[in-house]
């Protein structure tokens, strides 16, 4: 069946570091692949998503994430954490193998330190 | 424009009881997703609907949940005979159809208490 796994329950970056989100699937083919926020009481907001072509995407409030077939990766990066990045984010998954809904990690939370 | 609106936002439920909860999508937006999310994981696929027809229900825990949209636009879940266990936030998504249909956007949310 298919998953996705996120390995970091939480991150920990003190602001104005990088940060890199991991991200795992596991799939028969090439996904749809999405990032979302949520911050508490919130709903999910859509950062980033990767649909085919370029494998490096850019997404909202300076996000990026890399698609790597090879690792059935799909990691999250920003080159300088601010402050208001702390959240909760989630990977998620899609295939028409497996109809229109999402599959979800069960999230990262981000805990950004001054 | 506007987004994704659900209602309540909160709902404490006796257990044994009946509740509605409520889902306005994004205007022309033909497919509509219910998600349960439990305390501290990621959001789990209920239902979907690609206008008024409801598709795929695989993901319905039980027949104590129930869901609708007859008109194509607005989407009531339904969970009668409320358990402990249905404590969660219902996240609402829409999207346009197609492939964008995995393109979804989520409303706040509406978090159940069963006590």
């Known amino acids: 069946a298919q998953s996705v796994t996120q390995p970091d329950i939480h991150i920990t970056v003190s602001e104005g570091a990088s940060l890199e989100l991991r991200c795992n699937y596991s799939?028969?083919?090439?996904?749809?692949l999405f990032w979302y926020v949520q911050s508490p009481g919130q709903g999910l907001q859509l950062l980033l998503k990767?649909?085919?072509?370029?494998?490096l995407v850019q997404g909202i409030k300076g996000f990026e994430a890399e698609f790597k077939r090879s690792q059935s990766s799909f990691n999250l990066r920003k080159p300088s954490v601010h402050w208001s990045d702390a959240a909760e984010y989630f990977c998620a998954v899609g295939a028409p193998e497996y109809g229109n809904k999402l599959v979800f990690g069960a999230g990262t939370i981000l805990r950004v330190k001054s | 424009g506007a987004g994704v609106s659900q209602s309540p936002r909160y709902k404490v439920a006796k257990r044994g009881q009946d509740v509605a909860l409520r889902c306005d999508p994004i205007?022309?937006?033909?497919?509509l997703f219910w998600y349960q999310q439990a305390l501290g994981q990621g959001p789990e696929f209920l239902t979907y609907f690609q206008n008024e027809a409801q598709l795929d229900k695989s993901g319905l825990p039980s027949d104590r949940f129930f869901a609708e949209r007859p008109e194509g636009s607005v989407s009531t879940l339904k969970i009668q005979r409320t358990q402990q266990e249905d404590s969660a936030v219902y996240l609402c998504?829409?999207?346009?159809?197609?492939?964008?249909?995995?393109?979804?956007?989520f409303g706040p949310g509406t978090r159940l208490t069963v006590t």
């Open positions: 998504a829409s999207s346009r159809g197609g492939e964008a249909s995995y393109e979804q956007y």
């Open positions: 990767y649909f085919s072509g370029d494998t």
């Open positions: 799939y028969g083919a090439t996904p749809y």
């Open positions: 205007s022309g937006h033909v497919s």
